[in-house]
């Protein structure tokens, strides 16, 4: 079992940075991809951006593409999303998630068998 727990949300003006933070519970956390998806109201949660256990491979939905950037320290055990330049379209409840046994391209929910219990995120315009 890992604990995720999500922090560094908050209200923002549009334009603004904030840097979410993911402390996750497991020793073995270095081993694992993880991910951050995010979810608005009445809608789906969609992905935002994912790294690979060593931190050398990204990827980003393009919503966020060259705005927001994750990252990861292994030896905190804490994955990071650094956001920059948001926009009220940013407006979301913000999860982090550690890759599963099905884990591929790290672009979809069930590829991750751990969830935190999310961070609000919302930007002003």
């Known amino acids: 079992q890992v604990r995720l727990v999500e922090s560094g949300g908050g209200l923002v003006q549009a334009g603004g940075s904030l840097r979410l933070s993911c402390a996750a519970s497991a020793r073995t956390f270095s081993q694992y991809a993880m991910g951050w998806f995010r979810q608005a109201p009445g809608q789906e949660r969609e992905f935002v951006a994912r790294v690979s256990w060593s931190g050398l491979s990204t990827r980003y939905a393009d919503s966020v593409k060259g705005r927001f950037t994750i990252s990861r320290d292994n030896a905190k055990n804490t994955l990071y999303l650094q956001m920059n330049s948001l926009k009220p379209e940013d407006t979301a409840v913000y999860y982090c998630?550690?890759?599963?046994?099905?884990?591929?391209?790290?672009?979809?929910?069930?590829?991750?068998?751990?969830w935190g219990q999310g961070t609000q995120v919302t930007v002003s315009s």
């Open positions: 998630a550690v890759g599963g046994a099905t884990y591929s391209d790290g672009r979809y929910s069930h590829e991750y068998a751990y």
